[in-house]
C-alpha cells in the first residue's frame, strides 16, 4: 500500500494567508464602521466630534447667529455696565420674537436648559474648543440637546427675551468663551459680513 503524504505550505504562504485574514477582518470591520457611524445617536458620535473640533483652529469670522440680521445692524457693547457691577460679556441681536436662532460654527452641544440670568440657553463647543453662548431664547429646536452635532446654520432655538432680560425688546445674548475668558464676538461677526448661515431645520 502507497501512503501519501500532504506537504505543509511553506513558511511564505502562510504568512501571506495569515495577513490575508487579517486583510478581510479588517474590511469586514471597515464596512461595518462604515455603515453603523451615520446611524449611531449623535450622543455617541459626540466624543469623536468633539476630539475633531478640538484640533481644529479657531475661526477668524463668523456669521451672525440670527437669521435675517445683517452684522452691520448689531451694535458692539462688549464691556458695557450692566448690574451688579458686571460687564457685558458678548452682544445683544435684537429680532422679533420666535426668529430662528443658528448656529454661528460647526460643534457640539455641551447644555441646554436655564440659568437666572441667561434664561433659555444653548452651549456649544466649537472649533478649538470655544464655547459659544446663545441665551434669553423663547425656546429651544425639538430636536437639540447635549450631544447634538451641529452645522452653520442649523437651528438652536428661538430669540426670546428669557431671564434676565424679561421684558426688554427680545433678543438673542451671544458670547463667546474659551481658556482665557470671554472674548468679544463683534469683530467677529463684522469680519463675515460676505458670509450667511443659512436656517436649517
Given at each position: ?8 505550505p ?6 501571506a ?88 460654527t ?8 436655564t ?36 452645522m452653520p ?49
Amino acid at each position: 500500500m502507497t501512503e501519501t503524504s500532504t506537504s505543509s505550505p511553506s513558511p511564505a504562504a502562510a504568512f501571506a494567508l495569515r495577513w490575508l485574514r487579517r486583510l478581510v477582518v479588517l474590511g469586514l470591520l471597515a464596512a461595518s464602521a462604515w455603515w453603523a457611524w451615520p446611524r449611531l445617536p449623535d450622543p455617541w458620535r459626540a466624543p469623536f466630534h468633539a476630539a475633531r473640533l478640538a484640533m481644529q483652529p479657531v475661526p477668524t469670522s463668523l456669521p451672525v447667529p440670527v437669521a435675517g440680521v445683517a452684522a452691520n445692524r448689531i451694535a458692539d457693547t462688549w464691556g458695557a455696565a450692566r448690574a451688579n457691577g458686571r460687564s457685558h460679556q458678548g452682544v445683544d441681536i435684537f429680532a422679533r420674537r420666535g426668529t430662528a436662532v443658528i448656529a454661528s460654527t460647526e460643534g457640539v452641544v455641551t447644555r441646554t436648559g436655564t440659568n437666572n440670568l441667561g434664561g433659555l440657553v444653548v452651549w456649544v463647543m466649537g472649533p478649538g474648543r470655544q464655547m459659544h453662548y446663545y441665551a434669553h431664547l423663547d425656546g429651544h429646536a425639538p430636536d437639540i440637546g447635549p450631544g447634538s452635532h451641529v452645522m452653520p446654520g442649523d437651528t438652536l432655538g428661538y430669540v426670546g427675551d428669557s431671564g434676565n432680560a424679561r421684558g426688554t425688546p427680545p433678543h438673542l445674548h451671544y458670547g463667546i468663551y474659551q481658556s482665557g475668558g470671554a472674548i468679544n464676538p463683534h469683530p467677529l461677526l463684522r469680519a463675515g459680513m460676505g458670509t450667511t448661515a443659512k436656517a436649517g431645520p
